[in-house]
């Protein structure tokens, strides 16, 4: 019993490391955070100011229908630099190097996902702050709140770990975060922007049973005050589910890298 409890402590300890190493080099290119930003705050100006009066949601304030698809676009787009990042550390033989070392093969791996779960976090906070700049006003307390934090970051989680299959198995730093760009136009897709009732039947079929609908509705339904009914167990569902697949094969490959 000891020693799994020493097991652990160092289990831990190694990890808190490997995160202080890879937020490091956050903090010393913040053009990363920056990056992240610039795209989902110009998609919500330009379809707030440009497109918004010319859509029917059923609100009177576009940015507050907009808002939960701008931020899970973001962290479809944050999610490539931990690929990224993997796939530098892959190549340069950082892996190998420390594999030689007494700490927990899993660690790296490990430093680079809460990494990205507190990068994306700062990510998502400018956007908010930008949207409340532009009227996004919300009635939700403190619990709602607390809600909407925990299926973002379980959203984060689960696309994290789908990155860090891609940062492993990569050939190219190219198709290391080039697997991003359909996640980040997946809201296209869903209710992020316009209600699913008003797309063509077979994109509504689409749109209605994708991951995205269900937590953009959930978290809308939340930050609004409204009953969320069903959609947050669906919206639970495909994050679960998500994040335990993506793991198994993450791991997988990362045993793989000797």
Known sequence: METANIQKSHFFVDIS?????????????????????ITPIAMMLLFVY??????????????NYLLPGILLMAIASGIAYTAFRLFNDKQKGIFERFHTMPISRSALLWGHVLTSL?????????????ALIMGFRSSAGVLPWLAVAGILALFTLALTWVAAIAGLTAKTVDGASAFSYPLIFLPFISSAFVPTN????????????????????????????????NDIW??????????IVAYFFAMKAHRKQG
């Open 17 to 37: 490391v490997m995160l202080g190493r890879s937020m490091r080099h956050i903090f010393r290119s913040m053009d990363t955070i920056v990056t992240v930003t």
């Open 50 to 63: 440009v497109f918004g009066g010319a859509i029917e949601t059923g609100t009177d304030n576009y940015v």
């Open 118 to 130: 507190v990068s994306n976090a700062l990510s998502l906070l400018v956007i908010l702050i930008v």
């Open 198 to 229: 008003s797309m063509p039947t077979a994109v509504r079929v689409f749109a209605e049973n994708q991951p995205v609908t269900s937590i953009v509705e959930s978290i809308r339904a939340l930050l609004s005050g409204q009953p969320v009914g």
């Open 234 to 243: 669906v919206a639970l569902a495909w994050c679960v589910g998500i994040t």
